[in-house]
């Protein structure tokens, strides 16, 4: 999106949302609040950052320099209560028809009592934009094998159906041992590696508004609530 987030970052970018134009995290940060299931919400916020998004929920955590995900994760590592968080992404938003992205992860989640990552099916042109996630599929449960950050035309289309991250997780605590020294893509491939980790196939749609076609499209669908 640059040159515009010179001026605007990802997360403050506009969204034509219910007649009213909103920071696109905005509509974010309102799924989590009216989740009854979430008690707490942690907002990772740079230094120069200011959010005025009005919920009893949010606490929030500076991170002064960007230094990856991995890093804003761990920083929440002492005020994490349970065995087990959720993770959002502020450059990427959400949009369901019934149950919430948000709902769906969490009631999936209480089935399962394992590590979830919310997945899509992509295009193949999609790829090195999304990377790829290998699985095998039943039902809405993909058993993620394997990672592949930058996959290559020909092992994309190998596959029959390529899954890419929806952009939310719901992780245990026991990930802060692995971003000691992994980043967030490492310490995921790690925990796939011994079975801890399931994919869901989520009924929606996710937006990487970090993307100018994606935030096009991102505005469009909006739009039409």
């Not at 890419?164 to 992994?182: E, M, P, V």
């Amino acid at each position: 999106m640059y040159p515009a987030t010179l001026y605007c970052k990802k997360p403050l970018l506009p969204i034509y949302n219910n007649g009213i134009i909103e920071p696109a995290i905005y509509i974010l940060l309102r799924e989590l609040d009216n989740c009854e299931d979430i008690d707490e919400i942690i907002l990772i916020k740079g230094k120069e950052d200011s959010y005025d998004f009005e919920s009893k929920k949010i606490r929030y955590v500076t991170q002064f320099s960007p230094d990856g995900l991995g890093d804003a994760i761990y920083k929440c590592k002492d005020f994490i209560k349970d065995d087990y968080f959720m993770v959002l992404l502020g450059d990427m938003i959400y949009k369901s028809k019934k149950i919430s992205c948000t709902q769906q992860l969490i009631n999936f989640h209480k089935k399962h009592k394992k590590m979830i990552m919310g997945l899509k099916i992509i295009k193949i042109k999609d790829k090195k934009i999304n990377g790829m996630i290998k699985g095998k599929r039943r039902g809405r449960t993909i058993n993620i094998t394997d990672f592949v950050e930058k996959p290559d035309i020909k092992t994309s289309i190998k596959m029959k159906l390529i899954y890419g991250t929806f952009g939310n997780y719901i992780l245990h605590k026991d990930i802060f041992d692995l971003l000691k020294y992994a980043d967030f893509p490492e310490a995921l491939d790690i925990i796939s590696s011994h079975g801890d980790l399931m994919g869901y196939l989520e009924k929606g749609e996710s937006f990487d508004i970090g993307i100018p076609r994606n935030y096009y499209k991102a505005f469009k669908n909006f739009n039409k609530s």
